[in-house]
C-alpha cells in the first residue's frame, strides 16, 4: 500500500504546510500523553505512597479492628448485665 492514497487529500504546498503542521501536533499531544502516563505511574509507585499504604494496611487496619472488637465486647457486657438484671427483676416479681 503506497502512502499516496493516505495523503491523496494534499493538493497543493498550503495543504502540504496544513498537514505538516497537523502531524507535529498530533506529535506533541502523543508525548504530552505519555509525559502524563508516565508522571501517572510513578505517583502510584512513589516512595511516600507505598510507604503510607504498607503502614495503613499493617497499622492503622489493625489498631481499629482492635477498637473495634473493644467496643464491641463491652457493649456485649453491657447487653449480659441488662439482661441479667431484667432476669433477676422477674424472678424477685415471681417471688
Same mark, same amino acid.
Given at each position: 500500500?503506497?502512502?499516496?492514497?493516505?495523503?491523496?487529500?494534499?493538493?497543493?504546498?498550503?495543504?502540504?504546510?496544513? &498537514?505538516? =503542521?497537523?502531524?507535529?501536533?498530533?506529535?506533541?499531544?502523543?508525548?504530552?500523553?505519555?509525559? $502524563? !502516563?508516565?508522571? %501517572?505511574?510513578?505517583?502510584?509507585?512513589?516512595? &511516600?505512597? =507505598?510507604?503510607?499504604?504498607?503502614?495503613?494496611?499493617?497499622?492503622?487496619?489493625?489498631?481499629? $479492628? !482492635?477498637?473495634? %472488637?473493644?467496643?464491641?465486647?463491652?457493649?456485649?457486657?453491657?447487653?449480659?448485665?441488662?439482661?441479667?438484671?431484667?432476669?433477676?427483676?422477674?424472678?424477685?416479681?415471681?417471688?
Amino acid at each position: 500500500m503506497s502512502n499516496k492514497g493516505q495523503y491523496s487529500h494534499i493538493q497543493s504546498f498550503k495543504d502540504f504546510k496544513e &498537514e505538516k =503542521v497537523q502531524l507535529y501536533y498530533n506529535i506533541q499531544l502523543t508525548e504530552k500523553k505519555l509525559e $502524563l !502516563s508516565l508522571f %501517572n505511574i510513578r505517583s502510584r509507585l512513589s516512595l &511516600e505512597r =507505598v510507604l503510607y499504604n504498607l503502614l495503613l494496611n499493617n497499622v492503622v487496619d489493625p489498631m481499629f $479492628l !482492635s477498637v473495634k %472488637n473493644m467496643v464491641l465486647g463491652w457493649f456485649r457486657k453491657l447487653k449480659e448485665k441488662i439482661t441479667t438484671g431484667a432476669q433477676e427483676v422477674e424472678s424477685e416479681n415471681v417471688k
